[in-house]
C-alpha cells in the first residue's frame, strides 16, 4: 500500500469516528431538548395560570397549586414515565370504591392521554398538567369530600382548622411517593366507620349487579306460625342482605319459622324499626327499598364522614341525630353512649361543632324566642295561669321582674318581644336537673328531661332543636373526671339541695352534632336510618354534579 493510498484510509476512518460521535451527541442530546421544550410548555402555562387569578373575582376561587407545583420542580414533567400514570389511574379507579366517581377525574382522558404516543412539548405539557390536576383532585375528594359543605348547607359551622385543599408541597410529595395508590388511600378517613360502610357498599353493588332482590308483595301482616305465599319472597329478600342464612334449615318454604323472625328482628335492628318480628307496613315498605337507594345513601354518607372524619380524634362527643344517639370517646375509645331526643322536623337540631365547657345543676329555663312566639304565647292566649302553673316569671330587658298580667300578650305575635320568661328550676323544668354548656350560634345545648318515656321511642324527634339525654348524670362524671370530688351520687346529692351551680368540666371536649342516615355497626353490618330532616337528597344530588367532568 502506498503511503498516499493509507492516507486517505486513515482519512476515511478518522471521519467516520467522527459521524458516529456527532450522532451519539445528538442521540443523547435529543430528550435532554425535549424536556426543555416541555419544561418551557410547562412554564408558559404555569405563568398563564397565574394571570388569569389576577382579578378580583377569579382570585377568590383561584387555584394557584399547580403553578406552585412545577415552579417548586423547575417545570419538570411529573408524569413522563408510562408506571406513574399507571398508578394514578389505578388510584382512580380505586375512587369507586369510596363512593365517587372515576369521571370525576376524566378517567378515559387520562387512559387516553397516557397511551397517546406524542413528541410535540406542548401536548406533552398539556398531559402533565392533567395528571397532576387530577392528582390534586382526587386527593382533596379523598380527604375533605368532593363537596363543600359550607355551600351545600349555609348553617353548616365545622370551622376546618386544616387547609381546605392539599396545598402543593402536600401534592409534589404525593406526586413522587413510592406507592402513589398507597399514599392516596390513606388520605381517605382512617375509621372502623367508614371501612364498614366501604365494605357494606362493596356488597350492595354486588347484589345489583346480581340483580337486586325480590319484592315483598303487599298483604296481611305477616307473622311468626303464619303460611303465607309470600314467604319464599320474604327468604329470598332476608338472604340477599346476610339477614337470613342461606345455609339455614328450613321447616317449610311457606311456613313462617323462627328462624325466618329471628332473620326479619335483624333486619328491623338494622333499619331502626320495632323489632317486633312481625312484616307489617313500615318493615314491608323497608324491604322493598331498592338496592339503588341503599347504595346512594351508603355513599352520600361516606361523604358527610369525609366532610368531618379529622375531628374524629382524642376526645370527642359524637351526638347523631339522625340514629337519636350520644358517644362520648376519650382516649379513642368509647367511655359513654346514650339514647337522644332531637329537633322536630321543624325544629331541626342544626348541624355543627361547639366545645363543652360547663354543666349547670338545677338550672332555669329562659323561654327561647321561637317557643315564646309559637308556643307560650297561644297558651297563654288560652290559659291567663299559663305562667303562674308552671312556675314562670316575666322579665323586662333590664331583668327586673313584670307582672304577667300587665302586658298586652296579643301585640306580640309577629314582632319581636322585649320580655324574657323564665321557668324556675324543678322537677317540671324542660332541662330537667342539668344542663350541659357548649356556647354557640344556635343556642342549642344539652340537657336532662322529666319527659322520661320518650326515650322509648324508635323516632326521637321531639324537641325544640336542643339535645335531650337518657343519661346526663354518667356523661357529667365522665367530663368532670374528679373522681374524689364528683361522683354520681354526689351530683345528685348537689342537685337535692336545690341551689343552681355552674362547674366548668375538667375535660373540655369537642361535641359534634352530626348526621348519618347509614352506619356500619360493630357486627359488621350497616344500619340504615330515616332521613327526618330530608338532607339526603341535596348530597346525593351535588354528588351527581360533581360526577360531571369539567
Known amino acids: 500500500m502506498t503511503s498516499s493510498t493509507h492516507h486517505d484510509a486513515l482519512t476515511r476512518h478518522r471521519r467516520r469516528i467522527e459521524s458516529l460521535l456527532v450522532a451519539a451527541c445528538l442521540a443523547l442530546s435529543a430528550p435532554t431538548a425535549r424536556a426543555d421544550a416541555i419544561g418551557e410548555a410547562l412554564r408558559q402555562r404555569a405563568e398563564a395560570l397565574r394571570a388569569s387569578c389576577q382579578s378580583p373575582v377569579a382570585a377568590r376561587s383561584c387555584d394557584t397549586r399547580l403553578a406552585e407545583f412545577y415552579e417548586d420542580r423547575n417545570f419538570a414533567p411529573a408524569w413522563a ?28 382522558d387520562l387512559r387516553e392521554a397516557s397511551l397517546a404516543v406524542a413528541d410535540d412539548p406542548a401536548v406533552l405539557a398539556s398531559r402533565d398538567l392533567l395528571f397532576s390536576r387530577m392528582l390534586a383532585r382526587l386527593a382533596d375528594d379523598l380527604r375533605y369530600g368532593s363537596i363543600d359543605p359550607h355551600a351545600l348547607h349555609p348553617a353548616w359551622k365545622f370551622p376546618d382548622e386544616s387547609p381546605a385543599r392539599h396545598p402543593a408541597e402536600a401534592i409534589a410529595a404525593l406526586a413522587s411517593a413510592p406507592d402513589l395508590r398507597v399514599a392516596l388511600e390513606r388520605l381517605a378517613p382512617q375509621t372502623v366507620l367508614y371501612s364498614g360502610l366501604r365494605e357494606a357498599l362493596s356488597l350492595y353493588r354486588r347484589i345489583a349487579a346480581e340483580g337486586g332482590w325480590p319484592r315483598v308483595p303487599s298483604g296481611p301482616t305477616l307473622r311468626e306460625g303464619m303460611q303465607d305465599a309470600r314467604l319464599n319472597l320474604l327468604r329470598a329478600r332476608l338472604t340477599a342482605t346476610g339477614d337470613l342464612d342461606a345455609l339455614a334449615g328450613v321447616t317449610s318454604p311457606d311456613q ?8 326479619v328482628n335483624r333486619f328491623q335492628a338494622r333499619h331502626m324499626l320495632a323489632a317486633d318480628a312481625a312484616v307489617g307496613r313500615r318493615t314491608l315498605a323497608a324491604l322493598n327499598v331498592a338496592v339503588e337507594q341503599r347504595i346512594a345513601q351508603i355513599r352520600i354518607n361516606l361523604e358527610r364522614l369525609r366532610w368531618i372524619a379529622h375531628d374524629l380524634v382524642g376526645d370527642y362527643l359524637l351526638v347523631d341525630t339522625a340514629g337519636f344517639e350520644a358517644h362520648l370517646f376519650l382516649g379513642g375509645s368509647l367511655a359513654w353512649t346514650s339514647r337522644v331526643v332531637v329537633g322536630r322536623r321543624y325544629r331541626e337540631t342544626p348541624e355543627f361543632r361547639a366545645r363543652l365547657q360547663y354543666l349547670v345543676l338545677n338550672p332555669a329555663w329562659v323561654v327561647p324566642p321561637t317557643i315564646l312566639r309559637q308556643d307560650v304565647l297561644p297558651k297563654l292566649a288560652a290559659d291567663p295561669d299559663y305562667l303562674v302553673r308552671h312556675e314562670m316569671q316575666v322579665f323586662d330587658s333590664s331583668g327586673r321582674p313584670v307582672a304577667a298580667s ?21 322537677p317540671d323544668n324542660p332541662l330537667g336537673r342539668i344542663k350541659f354548656g357548649l356556647p354557640n350560634p344556635y343556642a342549642v345545648y344539652l340537657h336532662d328531661t322529666p319527659s322520661r318515656n320518650l326515650f322509648e321511642r324508635i323516632e326521637r324527634t321531639f ?5 335531650r339525654l337518657e343519661h346526663p348524670l354518667e356523661l357529667a362524671v365522665a367530663l368532670l373526671d374528679e373522681p374524689d370530688t364528683w361522683t354520681e351520687q354526689k351530683l345528685r346529692a348537689a342537685i337535692g339541695t336545690g341551689r343552681t351551680v355552674t362547674i366548668p368540666v375538667r375535660r373540655p371536649v369537642p361535641v359534634l352534632l352530626l348526621y348519618f342516615t347509614a352506619k356500619a355497626t360493630a357486627d359488621g353490618s350497616v344500619q340504615f336510618r330515616a332521613d327526618p330532616y330530608g338532607r339526603d337528597a ?8 360533581a360526577s360531571t367532568p369539567d
Not at 256 to 263: K, S, T
Open 81 to 108: 414515565t408510562g408506571e406513574r400514570r399507571e398508578a394514578l389511574l389505578a388510584a382512580v379507579d380505586d375512587s369507586v370504591g369510596h363512593g365517587l366517581d372515576p369521571a370525576r377525574y376524566h378517567r378515559d
Open 256 to 263: 313462617f319459622d323462627a328462624g325466618l323472625a329471628a332473620a
Open 406 to 426: 300587665g302586658i298586652a300578650w296579643s301585640r306580640y305575635r309577629e314582632r319581636d318581644i322585649p320580655y324574657r320568661i323564665v321557668q324556675a328550676p324543678g
Open 463 to 467: 324537641s325544640s332543636g336542643c339535645i
Open 538 to 545: 341535596s348530597i346525593l344530588a351535588a354528588l351527581e354534579r
